[in-house]
């Protein structure tokens, strides 16, 4: 990535520009030991140094996962609060009637959306906006839970594909544990993103940066972003014919 500072700086200025415009004093965001909300976390931290709020929202999660953030939050002078989900999820899923046909996804989707409710709350609280770690390899093929991970008001790294969050990384001083883990929700057990997406980042960001790829990369990163287009949009609405 060229002008590497010059790119952080002005993700920065922009982070300023949306929160101030909101009439908000600052930011809060999930921290959930990975690379994307840790970058994330690193701009907004430049951006806001006394009004950046970190979440740790563990959700019968890996503890390794904690374990990531808190080294993430320490190295990068985070401020941090955890707030354990796990009673919140098992009393909703036994209210609704879960059982064992449900599959991993839709449970895992529960677990995202209960830490977009927890984060609109702390934002709530303190004035602040909620920030989204969502890139643009995610983006585009809606890899994401709608009203989940999506659930927020800015998203500063939505224009960086995969590996431009990794150099991000580097340059904001990420720690290496995070940069090379493998990339992956947390929503179940060894779950990862590039099994689950069927290809590796480095495929799905080569077709997106110069559309470049195989036939068979091509056409199911085609099918997902047209499938996934309801994801990125707002509701579709209705509009009277004047009849």
Known sequence: MKNIDK????ICSWLREAVFAAKAKGVVLGLSGGIDSAVAAALCKRAFPEDTLCLILPCHSNPKDEE???LAAEKLGLRLEKVALDPVYD?????IGSDESDSRLLLGNIKSRLRMVTLYYYAGKNNYLVVGPTNKSELTIGYFTK??????????IADFVKSEIYELAKYLGVPDELIY??????????QTDEDEMRMSY????EYIANGKAD????NRVDAMHNASKHKRNMPQMYKRTGV
């Open 202 to 205: 480095k495929e799905l960001d």
């Open 181 to 190: 883990k493998a990339p992956t929700a947390g929503l179940w057990e060894n």
């Open 7 to 10: 790119q952080c700086n002005e």
């Open 147 to 156: 009203h989940g991970d999506s659930g927020v008001d800015i998203m500063p």
């Open 91 to 95: 009393i909703l899923t036994k209210s």
């Open 215 to 218: 036939a068979s990369i091509k």
């Open 68 to 70: 990531d953030a808190r």
